[in-house]
């Protein structure tokens, strides 16, 4: 099945992931509405696959820190603290 690569940044501290871009990888079977090969123009067979798979998280930027969002949270919680 065709299934999409979502090319991002990775922070291993909080194990968050973010998107930068996204690109279709093309499965090349004459069954997959999604690919290149699909033999039906306007497809309506019960035998063609009409889903795609879960997309694929590739990082090509990996972070050592946390992500701004979590570092926005600990901030906060943190400065909560400190005015009790």
Known sequence: MCHNIIDGRYHTEC???YAMATRQQDCLRDNCVFSARHTHPRCRAATCIRLMALPVRNPI???PTK???CRNIFGR???STQQR
Do not use: I
Request: hydrophobic residues 25%; proline residues 0%.
């Open 15 to 17: 194990g968050h992931f």
């Open 61 to 63: 930027r990996v972070s």
């Open 67 to 69: 992500c701004s969002d």
């Open 77 to 79: 919680l943190q400065g």
